[in-house]
């Protein structure tokens, strides 16, 4: 099965198995668009601008082998709570941000994790104990310790125990630690590691249309290596698209009433 594209990017024909969501969470103001940033340009963005939502696209070939990356970089704010199970419901991976210097952003990640769990639990019809969800939780903003809410202990209690959840102290500002958490998120996803911004050779737009050209699609690089390209103009799937990505997600025609009630309970 095909997974469809906007052109022209549907050139690559991506197999729907080579096609993954990250799903970035949190509170406002905790740099969830600064880490993207960093995760696609390899900058930092000193300027503030509140995010509703923004959806990114990027390309692969890893030893042959091609690829799709989409990342949804959701609101803080979830004035729309249906919404947000839907972004979650939709997810392949997942990035739970919170600032070491915010409390109350620690406290939001706690229900999202659990949030998560609960919903992902529903979708595959298993208890939220036995569900397998790629996720990482990150503490941002490790420049401003003097300024620290959050206690180490408080961080080893929330990930305590539970193996699928391991724990970055990152700062997009400095760009500590943040190649090694994509690193160890895209790992525990069973994806090529060479997703990560340090293990791939980045493309450049003015070489994006040799790709669209074919000539990257179907060919073994000599090297073994891995290339990537952001999609510059790449559009966030419509509801209905969503509704169907999750149809095809679901195990059995029989339980996709089940699928259903998760999206709208």
């Known amino acids: 099965m095909i997974k469809k594209m906007s052109p022209p990017e549907n050139e690559f024909q991506i197999p729907a198995k080579n096609c993954y969501r990250m799903v970035i969470l949190g509170s406002t103001k905790v740099g969830k668009s600064a880490i993207v940033s960093r995760f696609l340009s390899g900058r ?22 091609v690829y ?16 947000r199970r839907l972004s979650i419901l939709t997810g392949d991976v997942f990035l739970l941000v919170f600032s070491l210097d915010n409390r109350e952003s620690f406290q939001e990640v706690q229900r999202l994790k659990q949030q998560i769990y609960e919903t992902k ?7 939220k104990e036995n569900v397998e969800v790629p996720l990482v939780v990150c503490g941002n903003k490790g420049d401003r310790d003097p300024w620290r809410e959050v206690k180490q202990e408080e961080i080893e209690r929330l990930v ?3 193996e699928r959840c391991p724990y970055f102290e990152i700062s997009a500002k400095r760009n500590t630690n943040v190649d ?15 997703m990560s911004p340090d293990l791939h050779r ?19 690089p000599k090297d073994g290596g891995a290339y990537g390209v952001v999609a510059p103009f790449a559009r966030r799937p419509s509801v ?13 025609g029989s339980q996709t009433k089940d699928k259903e009630r998760c999206v709208i309970s």
Request: hydrophobic share 30%; glycine share 6%; net charge positive.
């Open 202 to 220: 980045k493309v450049s737009l003015q070489y994006c249309d040799v790709l669209h050209r074919k000539s990257f699609r179907g060919r073994k």
């Open 180 to 194: 090694q958490m994509f690193q160890t998120l895209f790992t525990i996803a069973k994806l090529p590691n060479e």
């Open 160 to 162: 305590a125990g539970d």
């Open 121 to 127: 639990s529903c979708l595959k019809n298993k208890t």
């Open 240 to 252: 209905h698209s969503d509704l169907m990505y999750i149809k095809e997600k679901a195990v059995g």
């Open 68 to 83: 799709q990356l989409d990342i949804l970089d959701t609101s803080g704010n979830h004035p729309f709570p249906a919404i």
């Open 44 to 65: 930092f963005e000193e300027q503030y601008t509140p995010t509703i939502e923004d959806f990114h696209r990027k390309l692969y070939n890893i030893r042959g082998d």
